[in-house]
């Protein structure tokens, strides 16, 4: 496994038996358009392919760079989770950034071409790009679901002392939840659901037994909590 060193998927991959390269990060090459530059990054990359020798090369983040692999001689398949906005054209109004996401579009339906497989998280995310331009007659892309352990998870739940945990929260013992647990930042957009909560808040019928919680950290931490 690849990723960058000093965050949580590091972290959590180390403590495992888990053959694992860590990639030092820098914000400017953060962006979608500017990950293509960094050619420090590519190199290492390079380093790693060869040592490694994989059979296959699967990707979930980038694009335009992942055609280096491909001239290396390796499989590719990218796994597109669709939280960034660079492909995306919805409320787009300036000609200026019409004319980008176009050129967006473009790039996006000749890379894929080039890969192995494109595959997407949701149905709705495939529809969302297909109807947007963004996929090619050629290349529709497949859906394969994020894999999670239902009968672990429900097993862990049924655990759980529900009385004593809503206690712990400050809630009624007859209280109805709804979370969010996410990253805050505008990918995952924590202010939808707070405005979402006040609009439903307003037309149920027995609001104080409905409650809201939003778990996590990130830049938009202090607007949350305002």
Request: a positive charge.
């Amino acid at each position: 496994i690849v990723c960058c060193d000093n965050t949580p998927l590091h972290r959590a991959f180390s403590v495992r038996s888990i053959r694992l390269y860590g990639l030092p990060g820098h914000p400017f090459f953060s962006k979608s358009f500017w990950r293509s530059m960094d050619f420090v990054t590519f190199l290492r990359l390079r380093q790693i392919l060869k040592l490694e020798k994989p059979d296959i090369v699967h990707a979930h983040i980038g694009l335009v760079e992942l055609l280096l692999f491909k001239a290396l001689g390796y499989p590719v398949v990218i796994t597109f989770h669709g939280y960034d906005t660079l492909y995306s054209s919805e409320n787009v109004v300036s000609p200026f950034k019409g004319a980008f996401k176009a050129l967006t579009r473009w790039m996006f339906r000749q890379t894929t071409l080039g890969l192995d497989a494109l595959l997407f998280v949701s149905r709705s995310e495939q529809a969302r790009m297909g109807r947007e331009g963004y996929l090619s007659p050629e290349k529709q892309g497949e859906v394969l679901h994020n894999g999670l352990p239902i009968k672990a998870l429900r097993e862990r739940a049924k655990a759980v002392n529900r009385p004593d945990m809503l206690g712990q929260l400050g809630l009624p013992v007859n209280a109805r939840c709804v979370a969010f647990i996410n990253r805050l930042d505008a990918n995952k957009n924590p202010l939808q659901f707070i405005e979402m909560a006040r609009q439903i808040l307003q037309q149920w019928p027995e609001p104080a037994s409905l409650h809201f919680l939003l778990v996590g950290d990130g830049p938009l931490a202090a607007k949350v909590q305002a």
